[in-house]
T-cell receptor
Framework: NAGVMQNPRHLVRRRGQEARLRCSPM?????VYWYRQLPEEGLKFMVY????????ESGMPKERFSAEFPKEGPSILRIQQVVRGDSAAYFC???????????FGEGSRLTVL | SQQGEEDPQALSIQEGENATMNCSYK?????LQWYRQNSGRGLVHLIL?????REKHSGRLRVTLDTSKKSSSLLITASRAADTASYFC??????????FGAGTTVTVRA
């Protein structure tokens, strides 16, 4: 039973480019969450999605960031026109229900040059 | 702002010793969870304690929760080198949104 799969694990972008991060939840999990972690800090909630629906995007910057979880395929976190401050580890998690423990992927580490 | 704050920030112990770390939070919670993160890896869930529970055990882990003091503690008994990691508490204010602290970095010396 594969865990939460994230790719790419590492991504380097120049300022102004787009970053696209993908997350495949665990089998049977329909709830997906994205968190961001800056060095030496805890994780910060960004967005919570169910299939084809954004439930809560209160932690996501209003501009340049978007997320989706289509009916088919992985969840995507998209960052347009990246800036150096976007450099961070982005973690995806999934769960079978909206309460209880989260199952995390290994993260995607974005570096903006 | 962060809901949970871990204390201490860092902890260094000898193999076989116990490690205790604390978490304080600010608002009422549904549950509190502890996670472990090895360097460069994702988070692994350790234990969940609900707001109506006071203590929970899982193997060498013991978690307590004091809702009157808005605090929790994680005890790792008989530590091993493999316990070297960062430990985070996460509070669930509503059903799905977890608020993480900055973590306690534990180093277990052989």
């Amino acid at each position: 039973n594969a865990g939460v799969m994230q790719n790419p694990r590492h991504l380097v972008r120049r300022r102004g480019q787009e970053a696209r991060l993908r997350c495949s939840p665990m089998k049977g999990h329909s709830h997906v969450y994205w968190y961001r972690q800056l060095p030496e800090e805890g994780l910060k909630f960004m967005v919570y999605l169910q299939k084809e629906n954004i439930i809560d995007e209160s932690g996501m910057p209003k501009e340049r960031f978007s997320a989706e979880f289509p009916k088919e395929g992985p969840s995507i976190l998209r960052i347009q026109q990246v800036v150096r401050g976007d450099s961070a580890a982005y973690f995806c998690a999934s769960s079978p229900t909206p309460t209880g423990e989260l199952f995390f992927g290994e993260g995607s580490r974005l570096t903006v040059l | 702002s962060q809901q949970g704050e871990e204390d201490p920030q860092a902890l260094s112990i000898q193999e076989g010793e116990n490690a205790t770390m604390n978490c304080s939070y600010k608002t009422s919670i549904n549950n509190l969870q502890w996670y472990r993160q090895n360097s460069g890896r994702g988070l692994v869930h350790l234990i969940l304690i609900r707001s109506n529970e006071r203590e929970k055990h899982s193997g060498r882990l013991r978690v307590t929760l004091d809702t009157s003091k808005k605090s929790s503690s994680l005890l790792i008994t008989a530590s091993r080198a493999a316990d070297t990691a960062s430990y985070f508490c996460a509070t669930a204010v509503n059903d799905y949104k977890l608020s993480f602290g900055a973590g306690t970095t534990v180093t277990v010396r052989a």
